[in-house]
């Protein structure tokens, strides 16, 4: 069954460091999402993308942060200068089809970003 | 504000025994209501995903039900196993138009379960 993935898996930076989490989504899906969860709390959406385009994005996607598509398959998320609060798991996640909203998305198994 | 509520935070219970987990959210306009399972260190994996109009859904020893009026949804979970020690998260999709909306997660119940 296809799957997300993501790389790395785990990712050690120092405060100020850029940093690019990868994911490659399900293929044949249109839909990209990151999410990140900081540890013991609730997922929070940051971003989607459609298109070659950001269609939405939460207020902690803020100028520090990018999304790109470099190719047909990867889907990255970069940090520019990482802060200590930047610590958390990022989860990248995949839809397929545009046309319903109840679309199910597919989670990736996350990349655990820890900034030092 | 936007807000998904769970309880309980943590549950232990016995392998073998049944459990419902509580979500009670304030989205709107709503548009579906889903429950996820994370493992621990993984990504979410979806159970179910209900529509207004949907009062049940199962999807093996889980089933879902949903109050629209009372923004009220269970996950009950039939014969508990040892593999079903996880968080549940229930999660909220508004309905914004055009928009595909956010998903509103709340902050999930710890679910162990103990031989």
């Known amino acids: 069954e296809p799957e997300v993935t993501q790389t790395p898996s785990h990712q050690v930076t120092q405060m100020g460091q850029e940093v690019i989490l990868r994911c490659v989504p399900i293929?044949?899906?249109?839909?990209f999402y990151w999410y990140r969860q900081i540890l013991g709390q609730k997922v929070e959406f940051l971003v989607s993308f459609y298109n070659n385009e950001i269609s939405e994005k939460s207020e902690i996607f803020d100028d520090q942060f990018s999304v790109e598509r470099p190719d047909g398959s990867n889907f990255t998320l970069k940090i520019r200068s990482t802060k200590l609060e930047d610590s958390a798991m990022y989860f990248c996640?995949?839809?397929?089809?545009?046309?319903?909203?109840?679309?199910?998305?597919?989670f990736g198994p996350g990349t655990r970003l820890t900034v030092t | 504000k936007n807000q998904v509520e769970q309880s309980p935070q943590s549950l232990i219970i016995l392998e073998g025994k049944n459990c419902t987990l509580q979500?009670?959210?304030?989205?709107?306009?709503?548009?579906?209501l889903r429950w996820y399972k994370q493992d621990t260190g993984r990504g979410p994996v979806s159970l179910t995903i209900?529509?207004?109009?949907?009062n049940t859904k199962s999807n093996g020893r889980y089933t879902a039900t949903l109050d629209a009026d009372t923004k009220q949804s269970s996950l009950h979970i039939t014969a508990s196993q040892l593999s079903d020690s996880a968080s549940y998260i229930c999660?909220?999709?508004?309905?914004?138009?055009?928009?595909?909306?956010?998903?509103?997660f709340g902050k999930g119940t710890k679910l162990s379960v103990k031989p």
């Open positions: 996640a995949s839809s397929p089809d545009r046309g319903r909203i109840h679309h199910e998305q597919y």
């Open positions: 209900m529509t207004f109009s949907e």
């Open positions: 999660v909220v999709r508004g309905n914004y138009g055009g928009s595909q909306g956010n998903l509103i």
């Open positions: 979500c009670n959210y304030t989205v709107s306009p709503f548009s579906n």
């Open positions: 293929s044949n899906h249109l839909y």
